[in-house]
């Protein structure tokens, strides 16, 4: 259960949150992720290009989407990171 794949899988995941902890002028001109689509709706994308809110690094990581799958305000999805 508990194999290499699992490890290698975990270890991924756990890199991805860490990569979005950084903050904004740490990631400068390449974040780590980015979504921009052509829509009228606003919460349909991200804004700043595609990056979302500017955020400082404070430990959450940071999220474009909540899970109702509309674009986030602000960088941070609280719940998400309480769990």
Same mark, same amino acid.
């Given at each position: ?5 699992? $490890? ?17 002028? $740490? ?19 991200? #804004?700043? #290009?595609?990056?979302?809110? #500017? ?5 959450? #990581? ?22």
């Amino acid at each position: 259960c508990f194999d290499e794949t699992w $490890e290698a899988a975990v270890g991924v995941a756990l890199d991805t949150i860490e990569a979005e902890q950084a903050s904004t002028l $740490e990631e400068g001109a390449n974040p780590t992720y980015s979504f921009q689509r052509q829509t009228n709706v606003a919460s349909d994308t991200l #804004s700043q #290009s595609g990056r979302g809110a #500017s955020a400082k690094r404070c430990g959450l #990581s940071k999220c474009g989407f909540r899970p109702s799958d509309d674009a986030t305000t602000l960088p941070f999805l609280v719940p998400a990171n309480a769990m």
